[in-house]
């Protein structure tokens, strides 16, 4: 049985996901953007997994419209890969919480992966650019990222579930 949740009790999914699209149009140069995962796949796996009533596959598609729309992505491109990772995540072979925390790393690094293959051939086919080497940086940096952000949205979620009763 499902928990339903109150629309307020929403506010921590809305809130990571706006910050992590804030944080994807930011400028960064050098050898930061490397390593710079897509946060807003990281937090849609979070939330996909912990939220499924509320990250669904629409949710997930409005998100990445929003993201090709402020970045200079293919409109549907980012769309496509967050409908995708939800399905899979949703479809069963993620669904359940009781996974140990080296499970869901394994998890994440697969969509993560998925993530930077999708773009490199939406990228080389669409736009016609080269492969560059460096964006496989960022498998290791969401590696590297997914710890800090777990604890952030799980602390998150708990405060909202606390004003929640």
């Known amino acids: 049985m499902s ?9 921590p999914i809305y809130a990571s996901l706006s910050v992590a ?9 050098g050898w930061v953007h490397d390593f710079m995962p897509n946060l807003v796949l990281m ?3 979070y939330w996909a997994i912990y939220r499924p009533d509320v990250m ?4 997930a598609w409005v998100v ?7 970045t200079i992505s293919m409109i549907g491109q980012h769309a496509l890969i967050y409908v995708t990772v939800v399905f ?10 009781n996974y140990a925390f080296l499970e869901y790393m394994t998890w994440l690094t697969l969509f993560i992966v998925f993530d930077v293959v999708m773009s490199v051939f939406f990228n080389r086919i669409f736009q016609q650019t080269e492969f560059e080497w460096q964006v496989l940086f960022s498998i290791l940096g ?3 990222i997914w710890p800090w952000l777990y604890v952030l949205l799980n602390y998150f979620e708990n ?7």
């Open 3 to 11: 928990t339903i949740y109150p629309p307020h009790y929403s506010w």
């Open 21 to 29: 699209l804030f944080i994807a149009l930011m400028p960064i140069a």
């Open 43 to 45: 937090a849609i796996v």
């Open 56 to 59: 669904g596959l629409g949710t």
């Open 64 to 70: 990445g419209i929003i993201h090709d729309s402020l």
């Open 88 to 97: 899979v995540i949703n479809s069963g072979s993620v669904k359940t919480k």
């Open 142 to 144: 969401g590696i590297i």
């Open 159 to 165: 405060i909202a579930a606390e004003k929640q009763q």
